[in-house]
């Protein structure tokens, strides 16, 4: 039994020295400089692609809103170049409107030579345009766009000059 004994002390003595050098190599390992650098490096590195696919997303995010800007832009600077147009159509037949009144004021009662108001537009318009009046003040007489005047005016032309309308 004494003999039980001694190899069963023995025994544990061999697995309880054998556990320690096991764990003193495990705890060693995991406490390594090079074990804990690496972990270190992993750790960066997947902090590092976050930050990378965070970027990339608000960067395209940017770029889409830039063009969107950009569009929208572009479409208020045709709206201005529009009303800048008509506003200068609309100063011109303004001015045109007060110069026609301060010589109809400085005229005899009797108003000048118009086209006849029972001629149809086209014809009036016609005979102003080939009278040598500008399309604004034909505009500003008949009481229409200036648009339309050019226009029946360019039909005139196109018309007289034989090109197919």
Not at 100 to 113: C, G, K, N, V
Request: some cysteine; overall charge negative.
């Amino acid at each position: 039994m004494l003999t039980a004994l001694i190899t069963l002390s023995v025994l544990a003595f061999t697995i309880s020295l054998c556990s320690f050098f096991y764990f003193r190599s495990y705890i060693k390992r995991r406490t390594s400089h090079d074990h804990i650098l690496l972990e270190l490096r992993e750790e960066v590195n997947g902090i590092a692609r976050l930050i990378d696919e965070t970027t990339d997303r608000d960067i395209s995010l940017i770029e889409e809103k830039e063009k969107e800007l950009k569009g929208l832009l572009q479409n208020v600077d045709k709206r201005l170049q529009l009303y800048i147009r008509e506003w200068e159509k609309r100063r011109e037949v303004e001015a045109i409107q007060a110069t026609l009144a301060a010589q109809t004021q400085s005229l005899p009662e009797t108003p000048p030579e118009a086209p006849s108001p029972s001629l149809p537009l086209s014809a009036q318009i016609r005979e102003m345009v080939c009278g040598g009046f500008a399309p604004i003040a034909i505009a500003a007489h008949l009481g229409i766009s200036v648009a339309e005047v050019e226009i029946v005016a360019a039909l005139i032309e196109r018309k007289d000059s034989g090109i197919d309308v």
